[in-house]
């Protein structure tokens, strides 16, 4: 049987907005049982009526992945209510931006301990639980792509992404063999609630910052649903092949190639 026919329990960590809500959704359209944790459990319910009205069935449940205990006691009741974790997201993330010596250590920690920290947490969790199944399973780890081209202001955030790319691919190679998979899905510009803390101002100042390291070119921005379609691409693979990382970025909008034409070939030669 693939993984594409058979309904699977899946866990999405950050799923009260953003890319967690639209992959969860996504999830319930596969008929699959979805869990889904974050700190804002008012949030929840919105997320579990889209997986149900897709076709899924959903289970809420605050988590903070940050605390080993709040995550040991998601998974456990996760699992109580929805049967052994077949497939883990790992979504949950933040960004605090700024100069590197201007951000206080505590909120340099708040964001590795968030990023790289909580992920480590979910996995070890889900890891032991299919093993001790000898189940096939996915993990998916969600990505950006400033760990391709580091992002100056956003240093630790490119850090603790670029941590959890090596600790998904070690993890792949330490589970060959098993039936687990361990897919990077690593995104660019997406509209979602990341971001919404920070200071307008500091916004406008940060984009035209990026610019002169070629960072944030175009205005492309994508809707989370079409980072949700390629973890579900990722997920429902066929055994026998696995994805190991899946990199979405927005397609530049039509406009910039009106506004900067390329030269006519007689022109180029
Ligand atoms: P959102 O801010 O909309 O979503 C972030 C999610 O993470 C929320 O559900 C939030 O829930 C959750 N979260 C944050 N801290 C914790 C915590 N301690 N415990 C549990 N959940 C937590 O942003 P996105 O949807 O954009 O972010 C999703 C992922 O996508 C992140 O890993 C981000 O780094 C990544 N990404 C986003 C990009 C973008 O352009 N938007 C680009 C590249 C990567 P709550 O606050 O309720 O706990």
Request: charged share 20%; proline share 6%; net charge negative.
């Amino acid at each position: 049987m693939t993984s594409e026919s058979k309904p699977r329990t899946a866990v999405v960590t950050g799923a009260s907005s953003g890319i967690g809500q639209s992959v969860a959704e996504e999830l319930g359209r596969l008929g699959w049982r979805v869990a889904v944790g974050a700190r804002r459990t008012d949030r929840l319910g919105d997320t579990a009526a889209r997986v149900e009205r897709a076709g899924g069935q959903a289970f809420t449940h605050p988590l903070d992945v940050t605390d080993p205990q709040s995550v040991e006691t998601f998974m456990v009741a996760a699992e109580a209510v929805l049967g052994p974790v077949d497939v883990l997201v790992n979504n949950a993330g933040m960004s605090i931006p700024g100069p590197f010596h201007e951000i206080s250590a505590s909120d340099h920690l708040r964001e590795v301990a968030t990023n790289y920290l909580g992920a480590l947490y979910v996995t070890r969790l889900a890891i032991a639980s299919m093993l001790a199944r000898h189940a096939r399973g996915d993990l998916v780890f969600v990505s950006s792509d400033a760990t391709r081209q580091p992002r100056p202001r956003m240093v630790t955030y490119g850090a603790t992404k670029a941590a959890l790319e090596h600790m998904a691919r070690a993890l792949a190679m330490e589970l060959e063999g098993t039936g687990i998979r361990s897919t990077v899905v690593r995104v660019g510009p997406t509209f979602t609630e990341f971001g919404f803390s920070w200071d307008p101002e500091q916004v406008e100042e940060l984009l035209g910052y990026w610019l002169r390291f070629g960072l944030q070119r175009h205005a492309g921005v994508m809707e989370p649903t079409s980072v949700a379609r390629a973890v579900v691409v990722a997920l429902t693979t066929p055994e026998g092949v696995h994805l190991d990382t899946v990199e979405v970025q927005p397609e530049a909008p039509a406009e910039l190639r009106a506004a900067e034409p390329l030269p006519r070939p007689a022109e180029a030669s």
